[in-house]
């Protein structure tokens, strides 16, 4: 039976005097760069290279070129400063990309990143650009701007196309335009421009400054684009229907007409032409790429692609189509047999943050809910990559058969993992207004031969009410016990739940299930959160005071009150770890308490409106985010004293954070930096944010992954200058039985002569890859008698027919590189000899 409240120990807080927030008391205010790790690249429409070995794409205020064929970053651009708008290749040269964002114009080399122009921008209120690509002479940029127009009750925002001449920064408003993205779209001649404005079809013709107007017969007009041979254009409808439109231009005798392809259930996001023109292309809200053969009107369905499509682009050789999705990623498909070629994958929008930021350690990894809903991301922050991409519900996608229209789905509301990170927990919670909520608990074991979380056990429902805490105990040094869940809901119920093992009769096999072990209800009220202390050996639970509990039989220990006011009551609280693990950090609406753990003592009290309170579970400092003034504040303190480690006074002014997490830091992130865990940072809107720049540390990773590739050539013979030379243990450790330098050299004499290096430089980086090192090794060989090894000098060192020229040194110690062993070189010595003498 749970223990009363009446019986339990009651620590009452001592009164200390308030440290207000103050500069005195702050130790050293650091301005780290906020760096956002989920990059959008499904707001800027991509584009492949001239040979279709790259797709360009644009983020924030950098370019990225991905291979197609990997989805690997190949290079980033990073000369703007401002979000980029588009990016389009320089018809004069294929070679060069042209990026624009609202204050620049940047044409650059994508082979080697070199800028060769930059041209300043003069405009206001931009929200998109568009660069007439096919034209020779670029001579204009076209600016989709905005204004705010004052009405009786209310205010109209009024987007306009405006040509803007790049010598003189004259600017001609053309005509009103929408404010979608698809809107626009120019000629393969480059002669022509067409946007669109509600269900009016503006043609403006570049080389003669005229514009004139066509009403759609149908609804209002969504996307557009230009055949690129023929005299016809393709828009889509609000309504899910494309209109085609024959006989647009000049010099067309023939009536204008219209066809009517419809198949989609809602607006089209975009509609474009194959570069051949054989195909039009259309995708939107069902998650279908439709393929419409013009000739025959004819379609064909890419299905199931998972998000809706926001954008559509082509190769010039009309070879692979590329899909932009709503959730951040890119899927090439073969436009010949429509089969997936590759996909890049980046970080999914968070559709719902309810459950927050988790860390798996041994992944280490970032957990967070994707997109669409029901499925987990595993995101590593050092290397910018989504591990894997976990689906926890396996429900289909379900797209909303009216604009705007609310699907009540499930979503995963709490995520935990265990210690080893074996086992995972999750809270699956389906809300709607009609039914009652369901809820479910599930329990996840990792399978290392399937790599992935398999389910283990189900628990329908694990609480009456909501749960506010799902929590995994901390394995404890002195006892070898089985994995222990605990759950808390709102009305004050605690449950934990134990592993046990079946033994089946009748082949000895032993299955892993989950049980109830106990239970504790503490009445009417309310529980807000769970927490163990770092080595599980407490457990305490935030109700209108902190309660320490055992875990083992959840039996009361002692209780944390605060009562200053009784309108301040505690809301969050959180228990530092390592040399820290003794304090409890504690906040309420007004105040953060410090009580030491040993004495139940309040240590410590500083008044701050504190809304996040996070223990670094690599140092001995908590880090507190601290509301004030409609700013927020990123403070770390050593929980022995009240003054801030450091201080951070600019967080994300886009939202409020919604949940910090640590994990292990890869380096320092500035000098000024104590040593800590790496913070990321959950807005509301589901935007995950790091301090500091990782680009450095990223650079230096993706260089050690080029440094491992090796050519042919380095294969054969090895690099002429290692980096690292390993022992003589370890080179003959795996020295592989026969000669493979025998078939590997006929194989290199098949290779055209003119191409092939010197003869003396493959002689010596041969005889140099024979070369071991003799660091901190002693041979004991009997074949070397001498104690004073023989040297070679890097820098005097000449290679002559007969072998390397050794030099004795009667010195006490070895240096440089030894020629240790030369019986088991000595086969492939007399192979390159026999070779280069041409036997």
């Known amino acids: 039976m749970p223990r009363s409240l009446e019986h339990r120990k009651i620590c009452t807080w001592r009164k200390i005097k308030t440290n207000k927030m103050a500069d005195k008391h702050v130790g050293k205010v650091s301005k780290p760069t906020f760096k956002k790790c989920n990059q959008r690249f499904d707001q800027v429409r991509s584009i492949f290279t001239r040979d279709s070995s790259l797709i360009v794409s644009g983020s924030g205020s950098n370019v990225y070129l991905f291979h197609r064929s990997t989805g690997e970053i190949d290079k980033i651009f990073t000369e703007h400063k401002h979000e980029v708008l588009t990016v389009a290749i320089n018809k004069n040269n294929p070679l060069q990309v042209i990026s624009c964002c609202k204050k620049k114009l940047m044409i650059w080399d994508y082979t080697d990143l070199t800028v060769v122009k930059t041209i300043k921008l003069k405009i206001e209120n931009v929200t998109g650009v568009f660069i007439n690509s096919s034209s020779i002479d670029l001579d204009y940029v076209y600016f989709k701007t905005k204004e705010s127009l004052k009405l009786k009750k209310r205010e109209k925002i009024v987007h306009s196309m405006v040509k803007y001449k790049i010598k003189d920064g004259s600017q001609e408003t053309i005509s009103k335009v929408d404010s979608r993205e698809n809107s626009v779209a120019f000629s393969s001649c480059g002669n022509y421009m067409v946007c669109l404005h509600r269900r009016d079809l503006i043609l403006h013709k570049i080389t003669t400054n005229e514009t004139t107007n066509h009403q759609a017969p149908c609804n209002e007009l969504v996307c557009v684009d230009i055949h690129p041979q023929n005299q016809c254009i393709a828009t889509g409808d609000s309504h899910g229907r494309i209109l085609v439109w024959y006989n647009m231009f000049d010099g067309v005798n023939s009536p204008q007409k219209h066809v009517v392809l419809h198949w989609h259930s809602m607006a089209p996001n975009d509609v474009i032409f194959s570069p051949d023109g054989l195909y039009l292309l259309s995708g939107g809200k069902e998650n ?76 280490d990894s970032l957990v967070f809910n994707g997109s669409p809903e029901g499925q987990l991301q595993f995101y590593q922050p050092k290397s910018d990559k989504v591990l894997m991409t976990l689906d926890i519900l396996s429900n289909n996608v379900i797209s909303s058969t009216k604009e705007n229209e609310d699907v009540f789905s499930t979503v995963i509301d709490k995520v935990a993992f265990n210690e080893t990170g074996n086992w995972m927990a999750t809270l699956d919670v389906r809300n709607t207004p009609v039914l009652p909520t369901e809820r479910r608990l599930c329990i996840w074991k990792y399978l290392d031969n399937q790599k992935t979380f398999i389910l283990n056990t189900s628990i329908n429902p694990p609480h ?85 509990f055992d875990p083992d039989n959840l039996s009361e220990v002692a209780t944390l009150s605060w009562s200053y006011k009784k309108s301040d009551k505690l809301k969050t609280f959180c228990i530092c770890n390592n040399e820290s693990s003794c304090f409890l950090i504690a906040a309420s609406q007004h105040n953060m308490i410090v009580w030491d753990l040993k004495t139940f003592d309040v240590a410590w009290q500083l008044e701050a409106t504190v809304t996040h309170l996070v223990a670094d579970p690599f140092s001995k400092y908590f880090a507190a985010v601290v509301s004030h003034k409609k700013k927020q504040r990123y403070l770390m303190f050593d929980p022995s004293t009240p003054h801030p480690v450091i201080v951070v006074n600019e967080l994300p002014k886009d939202s409020k954070i919604k949940d910090v997490i640590f994990v292990s830091p890869p380096s320092q992130l500035c000098d000024e930096w104590p040593e800590t865990g790496e913070p990321y940072f959950m807005t509301e809107t589901g935007d995950i944010y790091c301090l500091g720049d990782l680009d450095p540390i990223r650079e230096n990773i993706f260089n050690q992954s080029r440094d491992k590739e090796q050519s042919t050539f380095e294969s054969i013979f090895g690099s002429s200058r290692p980096k690292e030379r390993s022992t003589i243990a370890d080179t003959y450790s795996h020295l592989p039985l026969g000669n493979p330098a025998k078939a590997a050299m006929r194989q290199m004499l098949t290779t055209p002569s003119h191409i092939l290096p010197d003869v003396n430089v493959m002689c010596n980086a041969f005889y140099h890859s024979l070369l071991l090192s003799s660091n901190k090794v002693k041979l004991t060989d009997d074949e070397t008698k001498e104690e004073n090894s023989t040297t070679i000098n890097d820098e ?19 240096q440089n590189v030894v020629l240790a062993d030369l019986k088991l070189r000595k086969p492939k010595i007399d192979l390159l000899r026999s070779i280069l003498a041409g036997k």
């Open 464 to 548: 009456k009410n909501d749960l506010v805490a799902v929590a995994f105990r901390p394995s404890m040094s002195s006892k070898k016990e089985s994995n222990l869940l605990v759950t808390a809901s709102t009305t004050g119920e605690l449950k934990t739940w134990v592993q046990e093992q079946i033994v089946n009769e009748e082949d000895d096999s032993v299955t892993e299930q989950w049980k109830l072990d106990s239970f504790y209800s503490v009445g009417s009220k309310t529980c807000r959160k769970a927490h163990f202390s770092q080595d599980g050996s407490l457990l305490a639970v935030l109700f209108d005071e902190v309660v320490i």
């Open 288 to 363: 279908v790429l439709v393929l419409w053969h013009l000739e025959s009107e004819s379609k064909s369905f890419q299905p199931r692609l998972g998000s809706k499509i926001n954008h559509l682009f082509c190769s010039k050789d009309s070879r692979f189509i590329g899909v932009t999705m709503d959730n951040n990623m890119i899927q090439v498909i073969s436009a010949i047999d429509h089969t997936l070629s590759s996909v890049l994958k980046f970080l999914a929008p968070v559709i719902d943050s309810s459950s927050g930021l988790s860390y798996h350690k041994q992944f």
């Open 796 to 814: 005097d060192e000449k290679m002559t027919e007969e072998g390397s020229t050794i030099n004795e040194d009667s010195g006490d110690q070895v």
